[in-house]
């Protein structure tokens, strides 16, 4: 338990530290006084540029961050597979390219993405269900088929783009994940639909337990596998879509995160869930901070940054890990 205590005293520590640092940091830079006080006062020309132009993508580096890393561990509970994670099994291209054509067809419903979002996730991961099905579910065949599902709407997405001039810029920032000119309008729509999507995941956390056991024994118990699967795998989907929405494609978020997770808090999703969302809320703002700073005025795509991340981390698990078949 002191083990536990620690791990979160410690990332909500730095995810204090990194945010206070990604605010006073960039081409306008103050100290942290100056920006404390010019919140509460409104005099300071640069605190009131920072308000608009950097605390709207730190907010919602946070949220999607938090929602993409709580999506994986919901995706892994329900497959009971560690490399399920929506980046991978194809729900997060779902979203994007549904984002996409909505974006190309239907400009006036912008307001709509996350629907539109929502609506693609799902489809991705019905597609991935439906071809996965052969006498059961087997966790191996779900991960390919959900890895050549995320080509499919990546591809889908990329030549979409490239068709229509117009909305080539807008189909940019859906799939390279620049936190860039992001306003508060933006903020409003992830923090509602975070906040419903994470609340709602914490609430499923015991069957998220449940699902840890065999199906046969679950089902002896009288418990719903089905159904909770379902609702599980809607409330991960709606994470993941409201994430990819507003924020971009990010990978390996939620492959990341819940593995350091179970290593630190345990395998409890009343734990694993509240700590995935604060360490994925660290990850994404750090990546996007060390984008925005590191080799400024270039800016890197905080999803270059976590791929780099979890691209050998992959490897690691790959490599390390007696479960990656579901045995």
Known sequence: MYKKMISFIVVIGLLLVVSLYSMITGSIEITAGELFKG??????????????????RIVIALFAGAALAVSGVLLQAV???????????????????ASIIMITFFPTLFFYTPLFSFIGGAIAFLLVYMFSWKSGLNPLRMILIGVA????????SELT?????????????????????KTWDDVQVIVLYGSIGLILAFLVYAWCNHLGLRDKTLKNLGFSVNRARFVISIIAVLLASIATAIAGMFTFVGLLIPH??????????????PFSAAAGALLIL???????????PIEIPASIIV????????????????????N
Do not use: C, Q, W
């Not at 599902?149 to 889908?156: D, E, H, K, P």
């Open 39 to 56: 919140l509460f006062t409104g005099t300071n020309e640069n605190v009131e540029i920072i308000k608009d132009l950097r605390l709207p």
């Open 79 to 97: 497959m009971r597979n560690p490399l399920a994670e929506p980046g991978i099994i194809g729900v997060s291209s779902g979203a994007g390219f």
């Open 149 to 156: 599902i995320n080509a499919v709407f990546t591809g889908l």
């Open 161 to 181: 783009s490239s068709m229509n001039a117009s909305s080539m810029m807008s189909g940019i920032s859906v799939t390279s994940s620049t936190l860039t000119m």
């Open 260 to 273: 350091i997770g179970r290593a630190l808090v345990g395998n409890d999703h009343k734990l694993l869930i």
């Open 286 to 296: 750090t990546a996007d901070t060390l984008g925005r700073t590191l080799f400024s």
């Open 307 to 326: 791929a780099v991340i979890g691209g050998p981390f992959l490897i690691f698990l790959l490599r390390k890990s007696d479960r990656i078949y579901g």
